[in-house]
C-alpha cells in the first residue's frame, strides 16, 4: 500500500496544493513554519480522520476561510482508494472512500494502517497514564473494530456513572439499583479490554525490546510493563470495594480506565533517568514495534511518518535508523527535517528510492 497523490484545500497554511510521490521514501525540507509538519498531518487525518497536532477540526481550517477538504489517492491490493476528508464550519465531518460516505467515522478506522513519530509523542513519557493508555489502544484499535467498540461503549457508561455519582453528593441520595446497572455494563467491557490491552502487550514487549537495541546499538535494556487493577481483582468486585470512596471523590476511582504502562531503561523509570537522546530513541522504538505489530497482522506495510524525528539525535543514530528501515523495507516512509544536509547524508547508502520536497 503505499499514497500516490495528495491534495490541500484550504487546509491549515495551504491553500492550495498538489504532491505526488515516491512510492518508497519522501523527505520535506525547509525552515521551521512552512507547513512541513502540517503536510504529514494531513497524511495523519486521512487515516484516523483527526488532526494528530490539533483535533479541534475548526481550528485546521486556512485563516479566514470556512472549510478544508484533504483527498488522498493510494494504491492498496492492487486497486485505487480515493479517499477524501472534508469539512465544513457549523457541520459534521465527511470521510467518503470511492464517492461513498461513512455512516459511522470509526469504520473507517484501519483502512489505512499510519504510524507518526513526532517531537509530540514525548508526552508518552512525561504525562499521565491517559497518554499511554491511548498510545496502547489507537495500535489495537487499527485491527479490532470490536475492541475499538468496546472502549467506546466503556467510556460512555463511565461518564454516565460518574455524572449519577455527582447527582448522589449533589441531591444526598444513593440508589444502589441504578448504579449496579451501570456497574453490569462496564463489567461486561472492561474484561474483554482488559484481555485484549494484556494479550498485545505480551506480543509487543518483545519486538519493542528488540527494535531498541538495533536502533542504540548500546547495551542498555529497555523494557515496558503493563499496569492494571484488574490483574489482582476481578472489576465487579474492585467496584463494590471502592463505593466510598467513588461517592467521596464523586467520580468512578477503579476500572480499566486507570491502567498504565510502566516505561523503564536499565530497570529505572525512563522520566526520570533517561537522557533526552535515549527518551527519543525510546519513543521511536516504540513506534517502530507500532509499525511491526500493525504489519503483521495487516499483511502489508502501513504509512510511516517521522515529523521531526531526528531532533536531538546524533548523525551516526538517524543513520542508523534509517538504514534499519531500510534493510527491513517498511514500506512507504515521509520524513520532515529543517536540517536537508542530516538528511541526505543518512539517505547516502539507502537502497531505496527517494524524492525530496523543498518547501
Same mark, same amino acid.
Given at each position: ?29 525547509? &525552515? ?35 472549510? #478544508? ?5 493510494? &494504491?492498496?491490493?492492487? /486497486? ?16 467518503? %472512500? ?7 467515522? =470509526? ?24 497518554? %499511554? /493508555? ?62 485484549? /490491552?494484556?494479550? #498485545?502487550?505480551?506480543? #509487543? ?17 529497555? !523494557? ?29 476511582? !477503579?476500572?480499566?480506565?486507570?491502567? *498504565? ?55 551516526? %543514530?538517524?543513520?542508523?535508523?534509517? =538504514?534499519?528501515? *531500510? ?6 516512509? #515521509? ?6 544536509? /542530516? ?9 531505496? !528510492? ?6
Amino acid at each position: 500500500m503505499h499514497l500516490k497523490q495528495l491534495t490541500l484545500t484550504q487546509y491549515k497554511n495551504f491553500s492550495s496544493a498538489s504532491f505526488d510521490f515516491n512510492p518508497n521514501i519522501n523527505c520535506f525540507v525547509g &525552515e521551521n513554519g512552512v507547513g512541513k509538519s502540517n503536510i504529514l498531518d494531513a497524511i495523519y487525518h486521512l487515516s484516523f480522520c483527526k488532526s494528530y497536532f490539533n483535533p479541534i477540526s475548526v481550528q485546521n481550517i486556512q485563516i479566514g476561510t470556512d472549510f #478544508f477538504m484533504i483527498k488522498g489517492i493510494y &494504491e492498496k491490493n492492487l /486497486r485505487e482508494e480515493k479517499i477524501i476528508c472534508s469539512f465544513k464550519k457549523g457541520q459534521k465531518k465527511i470521510i467518503k %472512500r470511492n464517492g461513498n460516505v461513512y455512516k459511522k467515522i =470509526s469504520e473507517h478506522i484501519g483502512m489505512i494502517p499510519t504510524v507518526i513519530i513526532s517531537p509530540a509523542d514525548r508526552d508518552i513519557i512525561i504525562d499521565g497514564s491517559n497518554t %499511554r /493508555r491511548k498510545f496502547i489502544d489507537s495500535v489495537i484499535g487499527q485491527t479490532d473494530l470490536i475492541f475499538l467498540n468496546n472502549l467506546l461503549e466503556y467510556n460512555k457508561i463511565l461518564s454516565q456513572r460518574n455524572s449519577l455519582l455527582k447527582y448522589f453528593a449533589l441531591n444526598k441520595a444513593f440508589d444502589q439499583n441504578t448504579l449496579e446497572i451501570y456497574n453490569n455494563q462496564l463489567v461486561e467491557r472492561s474484561h474483554l479490554i482488559f484481555e485484549k /490491552r494484556k494479550a #498485545f502487550m505480551d506480543d #509487543f514487549v518483545p519486538t519493542f525490546t528488540e527494535t531498541y537495541k538495533k536502533i542504540s546499538q548500546k547495551n542498555e535494556n529497555a !523494557t515496558l510493563s503493563y499496569e492494571s487493577q484488574l490483574k489482582f481483582k476481578n472489576h465487579s468486585k474492585l467496584l463494590i470495594d471502592s463505593i466510598e470512596k467513588d461517592q467521596i471523590f464523586q467520580y468512578t476511582t !477503579t476500572g480499566i480506565h486507570k491502567d *498504565d504502562i510502566a516505561l523503564s531503561l536499565n530497570g529505572k523509570p525512563i522520566k526520570k533517568f533517561g537522557s533526552q537522546g535515549q527518551q527519543k530513541t525510546f519513543l521511536i522504538a516504540l513506534k517502530l514495534a507500532q509499525f511491526n505489530f500493525l504489519e503483521n497482522l495487516n499483511g502489508f506495510s502501513p504509512l510511516l511518518l517521522f515529523d521531526d524525528a531526528f531532533d536531538k539525535l546524533d548523525q551516526k %543514530r538517524v543513520t542508523q535508523i534509517l =538504514s534499519l528501515v *531500510d534493510q527491513n523495507y517498511f514500506g512507504q516512509i #515521509f520524513i520532515t527535517d529543517t536540517h536537508e544536509e /542530516r538528511i541526505i547524508e543518512a539517505l547516502k547508502n539507502i537502497k531505496s !528510492t527517494y524524492e525530496i520536497f523543498r518547501l
